[in-house]
């Protein structure tokens, strides 16, 4: 799933800033904890500065969990 094209762009702006980490060192760091979830795609929120990472669970419910774009630390998971 790809990010909307004014997110991206937004998310770019940021990285070429040094505001926020690169989304692939994210995706590295959360997709393993997410054990046999499937990862659907990102989101990115820029007044926040989080990434949303939406996953489904094998029971086939969504769970997205919210990364800190500038440290890459969880900040919240829910359904």
């Given at each position: 799933m790809?990010?909307?094209r004014d997110?991206?762009?937004e998310a770019r702006r940021e990285l070429r800033a040094g505001n926020v980490l690169p989304l692939r060192q994210i995706e590295r760091n959360v997709i393993p904890r997410m054990g046999d979830s499937r990862y659907l795609g990102p989101e990115f929120d820029s007044a926040a500065m989080i990434y949303?990472?939406?996953f489904m669970d094998d029971g086939g419910r969504v769970v997205f969990v919210d990364v800190d774009a500038r440290t890459g630390r969880v900040v919240g998971q829910r359904r």
């Amino acid at each position: 799933m790809a990010q909307p094209r004014d997110e991206q762009s937004e998310a770019r702006r940021e990285l070429r800033a040094g505001n926020v980490l690169p989304l692939r060192q994210i995706e590295r760091n959360v997709i393993p904890r997410m054990g046999d979830s499937r990862y659907l795609g990102p989101e990115f929120d820029s007044a926040a500065m989080i990434y949303r990472l939406k996953f489904m669970d094998d029971g086939g419910r969504v769970v997205f969990v919210d990364v800190d774009a500038r440290t890459g630390r969880v900040v919240g998971q829910r359904r």
